[in-house]
């Protein structure tokens, strides 16, 4: 079956170590990416979005995510974490026959300690 | 900047009880979505639309209808809220390019 898979569910790193949250996609063909922050209580925040390209993309907050499409990957990444980056973090994709519906992860919940 | 805004943040409601949740959108986009958001669930699409008056069943549409009338307006309706459709609920929208905007949801508790 075709999905999104975050493997991790919780994460804690201490503030002003690096991240790399991950995800794995099972589409047959490339579709389009997408990384998504939900802080307690509040709705989603797209960080970044992958459609084709450069497989290195920057987003907000500095996050990136690189597309790897040999390990059908689109992992998140940020060089030092913030307090305030502590969040639920989603991947989501829009596979190319699928109109608009995104299928999201189950989500990675990070932690930040100080 | 895109808006999504949801007409309650916070809701209790009775079992058994009409339930309403608003949505609008500010970007004049095409296409507008419903999921619910349970702890181990994930987010879940109810319903979408893609049109005025036009809807889409998505995952888990038992217990829900929806209303489109206008473009930038989708409803969530729950003809007789139960127990087990106390949730996170979150609309969200997308134009031409895919990626969805949300709103800040609404905390619905039935009880």
């Known amino acids: 079956a075709q999905s999104v898979t975050q493997p991790d569910i919780h994460i804690t790193v201490s503030e002003g170590a690096s991240l790399e949250l991950r995800c794995n996609y099972s589409?047959?063909?490339?579709?389009?990416l997408f990384w998504y922050v939900q802080s307690p209580g509040q709705g989603l925040q797209l960080l970044l979005k992958y459609f084709s390209g450069d497989t290195l993309v920057q987003g907000i907050k500095g996050f990136e995510a690189e597309f790897k499409r040999s390990q059908s990957s689109f992992n998140l990444r940020k060089p030092s974490v913030h307090w305030s980056d502590a969040a639920e973090y989603f991947c989501?994709?829009?596979?190319?026959?699928?109109?608009?519906?995104?299928?999201f992860g189950g989500g990675t919940r990070l932690m930040v300690k100080p | 900047d895109v808006k999504v805004t949801q007409s309650s943040r916070y809701l209790v409601k009775r079992t058994g009880e009409k339930v309403f949740l608003e949505c609008v959108q500010d970007m004049d986009h095409e296409n507008m979505f419903w999921y619910r958001q349970d702890p181990g669930l994930g987010l879940r699409l109810i319903y979408f639309s893609y049109d005025v008056k036009m809807k889409e069943k998505g995952d888990i549409p038992e217990g829900y209808s929806v209303s489109r009338e206008k473009k930038e307006r989708f409803s969530l309706i729950l003809e007789s809220a139960s127990t087990n459709q106390t949730s996170m609920y979150l609309c969200?929208?997308?134009?031409?390019?895919?990626?969805?905007?949300f709103g800040p949801g609404t905390r619905l508790t039935v009880t």
């Open positions: 969200a929208s997308s134009g031409l390019t895919y990626e969805q905007y």
């Open positions: 589409y047959g063909a490339t579709p389009y």
């Open positions: 989501a994709v829009v596979p190319n026959n699928a109109g608009n519906m995104l299928t």
